[in-house]
């Protein structure tokens, strides 16, 4: 296994170059595209192991499904199901926590996480922030319309990119007067989290907007079911690995920093590929 130093904290664009790509570890039953496939430590481990070795930056491990429509876990069991993990991990792999719960993000950081990924954007715990400001890491500021059981409901916006775009200029305002230090925050503006199929498109075709923030923005639209149905499924759950590469390299293109994805090794020789034509 690659040996890595993380625990000396840069500014997340250095820690991160563009394009940098996040493995997704789901430690869960209900995830939408493989919920269960990790659900059992030992597997994630392995997933995480693997995802480093073909190339992530990082690894993404979270504990509770924000699908549409999932219902919250308690934070013991949230725990239970990453703290297994994570201490296997400390020291050889590098970890963000997914996760909204100052409790979860707080054993993570002492575990050896270096980022907390919060969909919620420092609104669901009011002791988040300050978790993440005293251990100096970074953090992933993510949009998102309402909750996970309501957010494909009806989502409606008058300019979705714009509207997006404030949301995540007031949430970095927040963070830093909380005590977090803004070269370690990056935004996401949520693909999927509250969006029809257009809009998380119009995201993409305008993610120079997002990017204008000055901050470095992640972009999850891995499998996503928008991919699936702009191929002529209206009711896909998924989308492919074709379509997941080629938006990200569409994100990419548009100012993407980190890309979200669940197939490392194929978006990394993709993401090599671009950057090496793009420059």
Do not use: W
């Amino acid at each position: 296994m690659r040996e890595y130093g993380f625990n000396v904290r840069v500014p997340v664009d250095e820690r991160f170059p563009r394009p940098s790509v996040m493995g997704i570890v789901n430690v869960t039953p209900d995830s939408f595209s493989d919920g269960g496939v990790n659900f059992r430590p030992e597997d994630a481990i392995a997933t995480a192991r693997r995802m480093f070795e073909d190339g992530a930056a990082i690894v993404d491990v979270g504990g509770e499904s924000t699908r549409p429509g999932a219902e919250p876990v308690s934070a013991e069991e949230e725990l239970r199901r990453v703290v297994p993990v994570l201490e296997a991990l400390e020291g050889g792999v590098p970890v963000s926590i997914d996760t909204a719960k100052a409790e979860v993000a707080r054993r993570a950081l002492d575990l050896g996480a270096e980022l907390v990924n919060d969909v919620t954007a420092l609104r669901s715990d009011p002791d988040l922030a300050g978790v993440v400001a005293e251990s100096d890491a970074y953090v992933c500021l993510m949009h998102m319309q309402g909750e996970p059981r309501t957010m494909q409901a009806d989502p409606r916006y008058a300019d979705v990119v714009s509207e997006v775009a404030s949301f995540l200029e007031e949430r970095l305002r927040f963070a830093v007067d909380a005590g977090i230090r803004e070269d370690r925050i990056s935004v996401d503006p949520g693909i999927g989290f509250g969006k029809t199929v257009e809009h998380n498109f119009e995201l993409i075709r305008r993610l120079d907007e997002i990017a204008a923030l000055g901050r470095p923005v992640v972009v999850g639209f891995s499998r996503k079911s928008s991919l699936g149905k702009i191929l002529g499924d209206p009711d896909a759950k998924t989308g492919p690995l074709s379509a997941s590469l080629a938006s990200a390299v569409a994100a990419y293109e548009r100012g993407a920093t980190i890309l979200r994805v669940h197939d490392v090794k194929e978006h990394v020789e993709a993401l090599t590929a671009a950057r090496a034509v793009i420059g």
